[in-house]
């Protein structure tokens, strides 16, 4: 198929994702708290809303609109200042209310999912980072001169969804079977709590100092 790159490219591009994958991030941090939250199924909303924030990633760079938000500095500072402010909250609202670490599982209605959904989604969207790695990683998989350059950024796209899926899930299910323990360890899931406002404001911090060039 025309917008598949050869095998060669996609067993480099695996590989490389399944080290991007295992190393520590927002979205990485805000599943495992969810799912300390709302239980296996909190944590996998939020594994699937930052996949669908992956999938808008993909498709501004393969249709060029990440370049444009990248140079432009209004709006890569309204970027920033999104992004930093959301995770400067979600790291209050962890240390005050305990919230999003809390062992108790939810069991509030159907909308709880959505909103979990919208924080993975929202995390991962609002980051800069993530916008400069995907303009900088996937194009190193295709040539700009090949004709079916967008087709194939859009699978590549679609493909590190597909890698990094097993390794979010069994960091949900790890950290939900976790949840029983910490039950009983309330001042070592305090503890979490802060540990995870730390990284929250930690990435906030380098979000913030990203630049655009």
Known sequence: MQFLPDLTTIATFTVMGWILAITP?????????????????????????????????????????????????????????GGA????????????????????????????????????FWVNLLNPKVIIFFMTFLPQFVHATDPHVTGKLIFLGLWFIVIGMPVNIMIVITAEKLSGW???????????????????????????MTQAR
């Open 25 to 81: 991030g927002p979205d990485m941090t805000i599943s495992i708290s969810r799912a300390l939250a709302d239980g296996r199924l909190g944590g996998l909303w939020v594994v699937l809303g930052t996949s669908c924030g992956v999938v808008m990633h993909t498709m501004l760079v393969a249709f060029g609109v990440s370049a444009l938000i990248v140079a432009s500095p209004t709006a890569f500072m309204i970027l920033k200042t």
């Open 85 to 120: 402010g959301y995770l400067v909250w979600l790291a209050i609202q962890a240390i005050r209310k305990g919230s999003s670490l809390s062992v108790k599982r939810a069991e509030g209605p159907a909308n709880s999912r959505g909103k979990n959904f919208l924080t993975g």
């Open 182 to 208: 910490l039950q009983r360890n309330r001042q070592v899931l305090r503890g979490i709590d802060y540990t995870f406002a730390g990284v929250f404001s930690l990435f906030a911090v380098k979000i913030w």
